[in-house]
């Protein structure tokens, strides 16, 4: 950022100099599926979001019925479960809480069901 003189100041442009190799979630070799963290604020703070008059009405507008906010109570539940459990046992219940969403997601239609791909 320029000053009112018109020069840049170093800690501005310091900023802006990111190395993508120190930080270990920037990194190439960072896989998200070995992320194991789980915040309860969050998830409820997602399932109340969910069950509101206003969200309920909104989709009920659009698609004609009641939102399910089911995977976000069960994320809530997996997130203090996952409190009084060992870490080796809460990573194990976060890995087939994942597996359990990506098979969801693979069993959902998707774009590639509309798009062939070219050779």
Same mark, same amino acid.
């Given at each position: 950022m320029a000053d009112s003189s018109g020069s840049t100041r170093p800690e501005d442009s310091e900023k802006l100099?990111?190395?993508w190799n120190e930080s270990p979630k920037l990194a190439a070799s960072y896989d998200p599926s070995e992320d194991f963290t789980c915040k309860?604020?969050?998830a409820f703070d997602h399932w109340f979001a969910c069950i509101t008059v206003g969200?309920?009405?909104s989709n009920y507008y659009r698609y004609g019925? $009641?939102?399910g906010c089911s995977k976000h109570w069960d994320k809530f539940k997996l997130c203090m479960a996952m409190k009084i459990r060992s870490e080796e046992s809460g990573?194990?219940?976060m890995r087939e809480f994942k597996a359990k969403q990506q098979?969801?997601?693979d069993s959902q239609p998707n774009v590639m069901?509309?798009?062939t791909?070219? $050779?």
């Open positions: 100099n990111l190395d309860a604020s969050q969200k309920q009405l019925e $009641k939102r990573k194990t219940m098979a969801e997601r069901d509309v798009w791909v070219r $050779k």
